[in-house]
């Protein structure tokens, strides 16, 4: 008998890390978490994630939870050497646009440090493995603000039709405001990169638009879905931030995102960076966000509307998949929007 592959998953408490855990242990491999509630620390209690570690203690049948802090290099270091991971999956961030500007050392020792220590743990103790880095849509920062928009009844849209499709890999990273968290994620991203080239490693940057489903610890600010959904069951008043809740985010639901870990552990590539997002057909603005959620629910939103946008919030994105869909034309979005609400609703 071989023996199980075994996946380390950084950031396992959290929304994309937990789903990982489940989904790889679901398929018999051993998985080694490591996740020290960094989120609670980060967005109080709303962010806490003891209650999803909990239950992936309770459902999981191989898994090991290290209550690692990513920063600390020499642990990390000796993490990947005692277990020589089949495949790496780095999901552990600080995840905030707004926060970074009140945590800027923790934000780039966290996303930036961070994802350096697990690169190079990974290059000593396994290169050969797949390395999966979680990156984000604002290391386009706000270039995607150029594009020319037109106004519709309930949401901003692309008023060209090239843009149609969204926003590709091509589009600029540089010479622009990406606010702090984009910039540190900018800087693993490039990292990530620059270890596949330089060292032929099998890497891949995910550079996600809204990612969500079910295991969120929804905060005011971050977890966009969850959040709005857990405000409109208990009546906690949400604001929104200018663009007249017409900002446009295409969203894709986590187990969505596991399936294409998996497609890329199969058929890994070096250097690989794709937009990995729910595209044009998971898209939603703000309004109509709060209105399928009200709907849901049943319950009407308190909405206070503030004029002042975030600072570089994307006013209309869409991530552009025809690329991860060209290279990975086994791997397909299972989540439509209704599902994705339902569950979210449901939680
Ligand atoms: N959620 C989104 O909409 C979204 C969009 C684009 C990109 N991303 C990226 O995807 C990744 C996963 O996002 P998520 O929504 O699952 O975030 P999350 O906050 O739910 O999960 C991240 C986890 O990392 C842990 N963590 C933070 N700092 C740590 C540290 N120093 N050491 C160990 N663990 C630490 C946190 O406790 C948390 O459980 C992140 O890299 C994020 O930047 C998320």
């Known amino acids: 008998m071989t023996a199980p592959r075994t996946v380390l998953v950084t950031g396992s408490s959290g929304l994309i890390g937990s789903e990982a855990v ?47 802090d990513i920063r600390a290099r020499e642990a990390v270091l000796a993490l990947l050497a005692e277990h020589r991971p089949n495949l790496v999956i780095h999901s552990a961030s600080q995840p905030s646009h707004d926060l970074a500007k009140d945590r800027p050392f923790d934000d780039f020792d966290v996303n930036a440090v961070g994802t350096l220590n697990l690169l190079e743990a990974t290059r000593r103790a396994c290169p050969t493995s797949p390395f999966v880095f979680m990156s984000t849509n604002k290391v386009y920062g706000d270039v995607p603000n150029e594009r020319p928009l037109v106004e519709l009844e309930t949401r901003f849209d692309y008023a060209r039709p090239e843009d149609h499709e969204g926003i590709a890999e091509t589009c600029r990273i540089d010479a622009c405001l990406h606010s702090l968290f984009g910039a540190s994620k900018v800087a693993a991203d490039v990292l990530v990169q620059e270890y596949g080239r330089y060292f032929d490693m099998p890497t891949v940057c995910l550079r996600g638009g809204c990612l969500t489903g079910p295991r969120c610890s929804g905060a005011e600010l971050h977890g966009f879905l969850a959040y709005l959904a857990r405000a409109t069951r208990e009546g906690r008043p949400y604001r ?5 809740g017409k900002q446009v985010r295409d969203n894709i639901h986590s187990f969505d995102v596991c399936t294409f870990f998996e497609a890329f552990w199969r058929r890994p590539r070096v250097a690989a960076v794709y937009n990995l997002g729910g595209g044009r057909a998971n898209s939603v603005s703000m309004l109509e966000a709060v209105d399928r959620f009200e709907r849901l629910i049943g319950k009407k939103l308190q909405v206070e509307y503030v004029d002042q946008n975030r600072v ?5 994105y869409i991530s552009d998949l025809r690329r991860i869909r060209a290279d990975y034309p086994e791997w397909d979005l299972q989540y439509g929007l209704d599902r994705t609400f339902e569950e979210i609703s449901a939680a």
């Open 22 to 68: 489940t989904y790889f242990d679901a398929r018999g491999w051993v998985v080694h978490g490591v996740d020290n509630n960094m989120r609670r620390d980060f967005f109080g209690p709303d962010g806490d994630t003891t209650w999803n570690l909990e239950r992936l203690r309770r459902t999981t049948r191989r898994f090991t939870h290290h209550p690692l």
């Open 240 to 244: 929104i931030y200018g663009y007249k």
């Open 312 to 316: 570089g919030d994307h006013i209309c």
